[in-house]
C-alpha cells in the first residue's frame, strides 16, 4: 500500500502543518503553481516530488518539471496537469489524452478549488486538490492524502487550514 499527499497551487509558501499532514506519505503529487525552486525543493526533500509546473511558473520550474506527467503508483494510472478542468468541462488540451487512454487518477490544480469527483464517462477519479498556498481566490487552504493499495483508491483525507488574509490579497476577491 501507497499513501500519496497530493497539494497545489502553493506559489511559493508552505504551511508547515503540511508536513504534519504528509508525514507519512510515500511520495507527494504537486499539481502546479509551486510558485519558486526552493518551494520545489524543500517538498523533494521532505519526500518524493512528482509535479508539474502551472501557469504562474518560471522558467526553472519549468524546465525541471514538464506540463504533464503520467506515472503507475502501484497498479494505478495517474495522469496530472495544472490546467485540467473537470468532467464533463476538460480543458481541450488535456481531453483527448483523458478520452483516448484515461488513467484511473487523473489530478489537475489551478481552480483553487477543491474537487473530488468520479468521472463514469471515463471512468476515473479526478481530483483538484485546491490551493495551499496565501495568493488567490481561496479562503482555505487545502490538501489531500490517499492510499493506493493495488488498483484501488481509499481512504481518502483532506486537510483544511484558514488562509492568512492580508489587504493586497484580499483585494482579489
Known amino acids: 500500500m501507497t499513501k500519496i499527499g497530493i497539494l497545489s497551487d502553493t506559489h511559493g509558501f508552505i504551511d508547515p502543518k503540511l508536513y504534519d499532514f504528509f508525514a507519512d506519505c ?26 508539474v509546473h502551472g501557469n504562474i511558473d518560471g522558467q526553472e520550474i519549468r524546465i525541471q518539471y514538464p506540463e ?5 503508483c502501484e497498479d494505478v494510472d495517474i495522469l496530472m496537469t495544472h490546467i485540467g478542468g473537470y468532467p ?16 484511473l487518477l487523473f489530478i489537475s490544480g489551478h481552480s483553487h478549488i477543491l474537487k473530488v469527483m468520479f468521472d463514469r464517462s471515463l471512468h476515473l477519479l479526478h481530483i483538484n486538490p485546491g490551493a495551499m498556498g496565501n495568493s488567490g481566490i481561496h479562503r482555505v487552504k487545502t490538501a489531500i492524502r490517499l492510499h493506493i493499495d493495488h488498483d ?9 487550514l484558514p488562509r ?8 482579489t476577491f
Open 88 to 103: 464533463g468541462r476538460y480543458d481541450r488540451k488535456i481531453y483527448p489524452l483523458l478520452r483516448i487512454a484515461p488513467p
Open 68 to 72: 504533464i506527467q503520467r506515472i503507475k
Open 26 to 51: 510515500d511520495m507527494l503529487f504537486h499539481a502546479g503553481d509551486i510558485g519558486n525552486r526552493e518551494t520545489a525543493a524543500a517538498l523533494a526533500a521532505f519526500k518524493p516530488l512528482v509535479a
Open 152 to 160: 484501488n483508491m481509499k481512504d481518502l483525507e483532506i486537510l483544511e
Open 164 to 171: 492568512k488574509m492580508t489587504v493586497e490579497s484580499s483585494l
